[in-house]
């Protein structure tokens, strides 16, 4: 349905919608509602995706139990070409929402990520 270069973008927890020959990436939850005979769904916007990767002017956003930030964030001494970079705090563990490879021989250099997932990490 989406082109290869977006839906290497998709991580658990997240949805894509494309608007016009754009595409954005949400983060996407559902929970019940009294009075409500399904769960009501929720989304919110992480960033436009391009071929080089997610675009977002957010910083960070915290659902919950489930969080979004750069890794700027989580790793303030990080090269400056990989702190913009967003990561999901989703089922108990941080990933990428970014997969160029160049990216991320940047990250498993540094020892943050390894197979798209983040790893020394406390919040």
Do not use: H
Not at 101 to 111: A, F
Request: positive net charge; glycine residues 8%; proline residues 5%.
């Amino acid at each position: 349905m989406f082109p290869e270069w977006v839906e290497k973008q998709k991580r658990p927890g997240t949805t894509i919608k494309a608007i016009g020959n754009n595409y954005y990436l949400y983060f996407a939850t559902s929970a019940r509602q009294p009075g409500k005979k399904y769960p009501v769904a929720k989304q919110v916007y992480i960033g436009k995706i391009t071929e080089n990767g997610i675009v977002s002017d957010r910083v960070s956003i915290n659902i919950g139990e489930t969080k979004a930030c750069t890794l700027g964030e989580l790793f303030p001494s990080i090269k400056p070409e990989v702190k913009n970079v967003i990561v999901l705090f989703v089922k108990n563990e941080w990933v990428c929402t970014k997969t160029d490879e160049r990216i991320m021989s940047i990250l498993e250099s540094e020892g943050v990520c390894k197979n798209g997932k983040i790893i020394l990490c406390d919040i």
